[in-house]
């Protein structure tokens, strides 16, 4: 489709003058108006005479599908949020979602978001300790489930007494429910027409995202409404979103690309998406894109190293000629990927890099922009993004210089806190600009490239990892006296999680013992962030003071210089 005209026309004639205004006038938004993503995202849109069109095209496992119009979605929405109202459910309460990705993880979404109170997606396959952690965090009040995951709910409810319901979205009463447990049902509730969004503002709280770090638990990101007008604009000149797609964003909303991306930006912009709840095959995921003619993709590079995997022979099976551009987040995407892409699908992947922090894309390959494989691409208009010196956190004026990768605050979609963790918040910033934790460089021609995390936040998958998390789960386990975890190169995912464990006295190496620790773990953790290797030693390296200095391990992993060991201890 060499005659399509992308949104974005020309980067640099977008970079003059540039103004969120354009993103406030198309959404017909003036300051101090109330602005409610939901709304925006539903009866906005039915206003605008698409009220028939369809907003969703759902797949299943079994591959049931259902679709939705933007007036169903609109009525879906409506009626949770009454729902919830019903039960005494209030503006800025903090609501769970904890489901696979069915049609009521997004429409509960929207739902939340009616009556002003908070959503708080959450990854349906966390063990019940992983989600004890963040709704005990949230002082959440309410979660929304599947009969399939409350089981991980009743283990904790003991412990958290804010949490005053649990919604079960396909309860089938054969087994009574218990405590707190109620029953919901979108397809058997009335539709409710008439509902008063609530009127939230600019700064009225949407969503808290949970995110890792290198120390401490999980932070909890909190977003506002005022997000839309980032989501919006960057979605439609980065995505290049418009009318007569067919978009597939496959991130699952757990995680902020599966909401800012999965949900927010494509309705705001009324357009038609859709959703697989399968997990990754390459032979699935190219029927998928064939039978619905998707036409945009935003995607991650592991799944694209997957596809690369599974080869070449396997694409040509396939009809994927409607597609017009495709993008990708999450981790880097190496030249490989975008040259075999190129190769492949006749267009490259265009990188884009952002985090739950910024709430929506930062920098990016923009359609039409020379793409550089390997690059991150340039910072969106209205961003200024720049590298900085570690120690004086002044920004580099020579470029190819590494630095790290900091932003002038001030953007619509920056996150206002950390919940509950102010201190962790304001030590993002310093001499005022926001700093990601990632290191990169500039090239004369302001393209970003990136080099890697500036923490020991692993990044497995394109899922953070705290290897303090993981330590601390090992720790646990009784035949553990220390534990490091760093992360090793891996062929698809980037990279994995590796565990460093030093036993106690009387404990011996052995296949069962290994077994032991990973079940006893695996309780506590995230699926992800699960060790793919296991190395016992007699000790671990640690500086004077006795800590443990992870980075000399991570040194050897990668077969890189192990730097200055002057303060290691042993040695
Ligand atoms: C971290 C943020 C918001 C998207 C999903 C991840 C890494 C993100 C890229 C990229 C290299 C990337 C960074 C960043 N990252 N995009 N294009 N190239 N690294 O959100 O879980 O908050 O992770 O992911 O390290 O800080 P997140």
Not at 169 to 193: A, C, H, M, N
Not at 477 to 484: G, N, T
Request: glycine share 8%.
């Amino acid at each position: 489709m060499s005659n399509h005209k992308y949104n974005i026309g020309s980067y640099e004639k977008r970079l003059q003058n540039f103004d969120w205004s354009i993103s406030k006038q198309e959404l017909s938004y003036k300051d101090g108006d109330n602005i409610n993503i939901a709304w925006y995202c539903t009866d906005r849109i039915c206003n605008m005479g698409k009220a028939k069109k369809t907003a969703l095209i759902w797949e299943g496992l079994t591959g049931e599908e259902k679709r939705y119009t933007y007036n169903d979605i609109r009525l879906a929405s409506n009626t949770i949020g009454t729902f919830l109202k019903g039960l005494n459910i209030k503006p800025e309460d903090r609501v769970c979602l904890f489901m696979d990705k069915i049609p009521e993880l997004y429409l509960g979404f929207l739902g939340i978001l009616k009556i002003g109170a908070i959503a708080q997606p959450l990854f349906s396959a966390f063990g019940d300790e992983s989600l004890l952690i963040r709704l005990e965090n949230a002082g959440t009040k309410a979660i929304i489930t599947q009969k399939k995951h409350v089981s991980k709910v009743r283990k904790i409810i003991d412990r958290l007494p804010a949490l005053k319901h649990i919604i079960i979205v396909d309860y089938d009463g054969k087994k009574p429910l218990q405590e707190r447990e109620v029953s919901f049902s979108l397809e058997t509730s009335t539709p409710v027409d008439k509902f008063d969004t609530y009127p939230t503002k600019a700064e009225s709280p949407s969503v808290i995202h949970y995110t890792s770090g290198t120390t401490g638990q999980p932070k909890g990101v909190k977003h506002v409404h005022y997000s839309l007008i980032s989501q919006y604009l960057t979605a439609k000149w980065t995505l290049d979103l418009q009318d007569d797609d067919i978009y597939w964003c496959t991130a699952d909303p757990g995680w902020v690309t599966g909401t800012s991306y999965g949900i927010i930006a494509p309705w705001s912009l009324g357009v038609t998406q859709c959703v697989m709840d399968v997990g990754f095959s390459a032979e699935k995921w190219y029927e998928f894109i064939q039978k619905h003619r998707i036409t945009k993709w935003y995607s991650a590079p592991t799944a694209i190293r997957s596809l690369m995997k599974a080869g070449d022979e396997l694409v040509k099976k396939y009809d994927l000629s409607s597609l017009v551009h495709l993008t990708s987040v999450g981790e880097p995407l190496n030249s490989e990927a975008v040259i075999w892409s190129e190769r492949v699908f006749g267009k490259p992947f265009y990188d884009t890099f952002w985090q739950t922090e910024t709430g929506s894309i930062m920098i990016a390959n923009y359609p039409g922009m020379k793409v550089k494989p390997g690059s991150m691409g340039k910072a969106f208009p209205g961003i200024t993004a720049t590298v900085v010196d570690p120690e004086t956190f002044e920004p580099y004026k020579e470029p190819g210089k590494i630095g790290l990768i900091a932003f002038k605050p001030g953007w619509p979609s920056m996150m206002r806190t950390y919940w509950n963790n102010e201190e962790t918040y304001k030590n993002k910033f310093k001499n005022g600009w926001y700093l990601s934790g990632d290191r990169s460089s500039i090239d004369n021609e302001g393209y970003f490239w990136f080099v890697g995390r500036d923490d020991d936040v692993i990044n497995t998958a394109g899922h953070l990892v705290s290897p303090f998390e993981v330590e601390s789960a090992l720790l646990e386990h009784p035949a553990v006296a220390e534990s490091a975890v760093v992360s090793k190169p891996d062929e698809v995912n980037m990279e994995v999680v590796k565990a460093f464990i030093t036993l106690k006295p009387g404990y011996k190496p052995s296949a069962d013992l290994e077994l032991d620790i990973m079940n006893f773990i695996r309780k506590k953790l995230s699926p992800l962030a699960m060790p793919q290797a296991v190395e016992y030693v007699d000790s671990l390296p640690k500086t004077r003071s006795g800590k443990i200095m992870r980075r000399v391990l991570h040194a050897k992993e990668w077969g890189q210089d192990i730097g200055d060991i002057s303060t290691l201890e042993n040695d």
